[in-house]
Each structure stands twice: as C-alpha cells, then as structure tokens.
T-cell receptor
C-alpha cells in the first residue's frame, strides 16, 4: 500500500544514454512533482503537473521531459545523460495545487558514468 | 531571490535533551513554512506546517515557532531519542502564482547519542 512509488530505485548508466524514471501515487492526489537532490542535499523542484497539466517548469535543460499519462502517474525521461545529472530524483504528490503538504517517494538514485 | 538557510553544521546532542534547529530566510514573506524529516536513502516525510499568523505549533514532542519579523523558524524536539536522528529540512512556500511550489533549505543533520 505504498503511497508514492518510483522505479527504478537505482539507475547506473553511461553518458549519452537516454533513461526514464517512473512515478505512481495511489493517494488520489491531483498534483505531482519531480525534485532533484544533489550531493549537497539541496532539494530543488524541477516540474509539477496538476491533473496532467504542466504548471511548474523550473530552469531545467530540455533534455529532461516529464510526461503525465494520467493524474496518478508522472514519468521523467532524460535524454543524452551527462555526468552532472547524477543525483537522487524524488517524485512527490499533493492533494491539489493549493495543498501545501507534499508526500514524497523513496527516490531514484541516478549515477551517470 | 528567496534564500533559506539552516544550521549547516550537524547537530549532536545527548538523549533526553532538547534539540533546536534553525531556519532563516531572506527576501521573502512566505504564507507558511514546513518542516520535513529525511532519513538516509529515503524521501522527506512531512512533520509540521506553520502559517504566518501562527506563532507556535506543537505535535507530540515537536514544536515549531515562526517569527515573521526575524524571518526565522525554530524547530524543537524535546526529550530527544536516538530514533530522532535524521536530517531535518525546512521548506517555504515559493513565489509562484500557480501554487504548490516549495523551496527547501539544505537541511540540518541531527544525531542523538544514547
């Protein structure tokens, strides 16, 4: 009965590859988010979707493309991976865009070699 | 731009003592502030939210204060236990007209020794 789940948990890949991370929430929430946590532990928002509509798009390279097939899923596709993309990526959800509390997934640890 | 600072040094305290963590912010007046706990290898977990018109909020052994004049929040854990050892993140509502955006501090690592 995991609330927010992400796959894979770990991802090790070579520079230049394309990879996807998947996120699903079973909380019935309308809003989902992608965050990046770097080695210094700063957690920065990348994207947010509300009911499949993109509402927040921070200054993120075009190589990152989120996709929300339905409001329970938010996937992140990364093209042409670079060393600097190595980080932990967290998915989160909130009841809707006005609800402040966010529920986080367990994270996907991406290592680009 | 908005800036959030938390104690950059790890905080080491003895079991049973009160842990006090600090969150300072500049260039902004958020409508609310949140505290999250993050354990190694896990995602952040929401603990408490305090609004700009609230001075203090409590939940069991946790207490949060919010001083909008000082632009500071203090997070207290009373009667601390080794199980309280974790990184604690402060988060503010971001300036974003579509709502829901949180800006996180870098976190303070708390270690409670038995």
């Amino acid at each position: 009965d995991t609330a927010v789940s992400q796959t894979p948990k770990y991802l090790v890949t070579q520079m230049g590859n394309d990879k996807s991370i998947k996120c699903e929430q079973n909380l019935g929430h309308d809003t989902m988010y992608w965050y990046k946590q770097d080695s210094k532990k700063f957690l920065k928002i990348m994207f947010s979707y509300n009911n499949k509509e993109l509402i927040i798009n921070e200054t993120v390279p075009n190589r990152f493309s989120p996709k929300s097939p339905d409001k329970a899923h938010l996937n992140l596709h990364i093209n042409s991976l670079e060393l600097g993309d190595s980080a932990v990526y967290f998915c989160a959800s909130s009841q809707d865009r006005t609800q402040e509390t966010q529920y986080f997934g367990p994270g996907t640890r991406l290592l680009v070699l | 731009s908005q800036k959030i600072e938390q104690n950059s040094e790890a905080l080491n305290i003895q079991e049973g003592k009160t842990a006090t963590l600090t969150c300072n912010y500049t260039n902004y007046s958020p409508a609310y502030l949140q505290w999250y706990r993050q354990d190694p290898g896990r995602g952040p977990v929401f603990l408490l939210l305090i609004r700009e018109n609230e001075k203090e909020k409590r939940k069991e052994r946790l207490k949060v204060t919010f001083d909008t004049t000082l632009k500071q929040s203090l997070f207290h854990i009373t009667a601390s236990q080794p199980a309280d050892s974790a990184t604690y993140l402060c988060a503010l509502e971001g300036i974003y007209n579509q709502g829901g955006k949180l800006i996180f501090g870098q976190g303070t690592e708390l270690s409670v020794k038995p």
